[in-house]
């Protein structure tokens, strides 16, 4: 049997948990042969570390392991220091990072047939250009290679295709072929691939910082260490990293008829910052949506609403 790990980062506020507490439940429910994978957390925040299995004893079932990030780092680097925090001691065949607000919709086991070898990675290419998506601009064609040449690389085959190439922007608004830049929603790697990224991947960060001057600079630190460490990669569909966005339903009609893994990252009809607070909140979303004749509404209501007996039960065995 292949040994699997997730690492999510969080900060340590009411509605990561919650996030927490419903991704580790339906990777348990649905994860197919991913659904035993060890949940690593990190949790970065200006703040002195606790126990959180003490203060979140309804998470004990979900056997999670937290890693608190060290507090000078974040302080320096905020949430960023967080996503940096989950690159070590990897233990598992496969390693996979993702993000708290995602859930899991289907067997997200079926990823392992896009990897191409044992120093291998896959993952869904981040809907727009990075520096497309900050100025506005159309400048990716040229931004791009003068990134690469900043890090000291030769760019690699612009392989890929942005998901959101004439869905979302023209073509006279942006470009069409991408690197291996990922959404960190859900990147699945092996353990040598990883563990290759790990040692790279901090100064990549900060030379993709440096030089771009955007948040985004965390998934083309990414790319940099891919490329550097002569990563073999391949290209997920967006069933595996399935924005909650109405527009995604129906650009990408077939992935979402057999969505993996939602995205929750869009706040038009379920804003993460408000409506997984708690149980409570994300009940009343529930009866408010659960109607709704929107397909994507209807999706993510779905999603949380076959969980959220298990989870508030969870609740109850630590009352």
């Avoid at 690593?40 to 999670?64: M, Q, R, T, W």
């Avoid at 290679?145 to 998901?163: H, N, S, T």
């Amino acid at each position: 049997m292949v040994s699997v790990e997730i690492h999510i980062p969080i900060s340590p506020r009411p509605s990561f948990f919650t996030m927490v507490h419903f991704f580790a439940a339906s990777l348990r429910r649905q994860g197919g042969a991913f659904s035993e994978a060890k949940i690593f957390v990190s949790v970065g925040d200006d703040c002195e570390p606790f126990d959180i299995d003490d203060v979140h004893p309804e998470l004990a079932k979900y056997n999670i392991s937290w890693r608190w990030v060290d507090r000078m780092a974040f302080k320096e680097q905020t949430y960023f220091a967080t996503g940096l925090c989950r690159w070590k001691d990897f233990k598992s065949d496969y390693i996979i990072m993702a993000d708290a607000d995602t859930l899991v919709l289907g067997d997200i086991s079926e990823s392992l047939s896009w990897l191409k070898g044992p120093r291998s990675l896959c993952g869904t290419i981040a809907t727009f250009p990075p520096f497309m998506a900050r100025s506005g601009n159309n400048t990716d064609a040229e931004q791009w290679p003068e990134l690469f040449k900043f890090a000291g690389l030769v760019p690699p085959l612009f392989d890929a295709v942005y998901p959101g190439f004439e869905h979302f922007y023209r073509s006279d608004q942006g470009v069409r072929a991408a690197p291996p830049y990922y959404n960190y929603g859900f990147v699945l790697g092996t353990r040598e691939a990883m563990e290759l990224i790990a040692k790279t991947i901090e100064n990549d960060c900060q030379t993709a910082a440096g030089y771009m001057k955007t948040d985004l600079h965390a998934q083309a630190g990414l790319t940099l260490s891919i490329v550097r460490n002569k990563v073999v990669v391949s290209y997920l569909p967006t069933r595996f990293n399935m924005w909650n966005w109405p527009p995604y339903a129906n650009a990408f009609p077939e992935d979402f008829s057999n969505v993996k893994l939602l995205h929750y990252l869009h706040p038009d009809i379920f804003d993460k910052t408000r409506d997984i607070e708690n149980l409570l909140v994300l009940k009343d979303w529930l009866l408010r949506n659960e109607q709704s004749k929107d397909p994507m509404t209807r999706l993510v209501a779905g999603g949380f609403g076959a969980l959220f007996d298990e989870v508030e039960k969870d609740f109850h065995g630590v009352s």
